[in-house]
């Protein structure tokens, strides 16, 4: 039997595997067309889980401005992932370009994230509390992996849709 997942570590482990697929993304060895599709989901499920499943139960304990920045970091990340999404060459100056972009409104989010939020889990939530935020976290990140959710697509709705809120 595997012992119970702490949110704090899977959202740590996406944080990390993100990081490697921008590596990738650098890589010209690499299949870099395919790392970025591979981040795109990641990024998108990972968000959106954390959205509908983490924030809600850190309201009580960290402002809702802070949440509410996380949220607003998010957003502003799918703006940058549909724009390396929609060029056409890999590797080139406007890929590399984009590709700086996204690297580096990733790494402002993450650093933010991980002093701010995931420290406030750590500091409010009892371990058993974590494991059982995780089973939900795992629940809707998996389901939105399914669903393909990085596609240009559901970005492109995502973002467009956050325009008209």
Known sequence: MTPPQDVVELILDDHRT????????RSVEADRRAALHEFADLMIAHGEAEESTVHPVLL????????????????EAAKVLLALLKVAEVGSVEW???LKQLAAVTAKHTDE????????????????????L???FVRARAD????????VDNVH???FADAYA
């Open 134 to 136: 995780a089973a939900d």
């Open 60 to 75: 009580p304990f960290e402002g809702a401005e802070t949440v509410e920045h996380v949220e607003e970091s998010h957003r």
């Open 96 to 98: 590399d370009w984009r």
């Open 144 to 151: 939105l992996l399914t669903a393909r959710c990085g596609s």
């Open 18 to 25: 993100m990081e490697d697929l921008l590596r990738l993304m």
């Open 157 to 159: 709705r995502l973002v």
């Open 113 to 132: 994230e991980e002093r701010t939020l995931v420290n406030r889990v750590c500091e409010s939530l009892s371990r058993h509390s974590r494991a059982e």
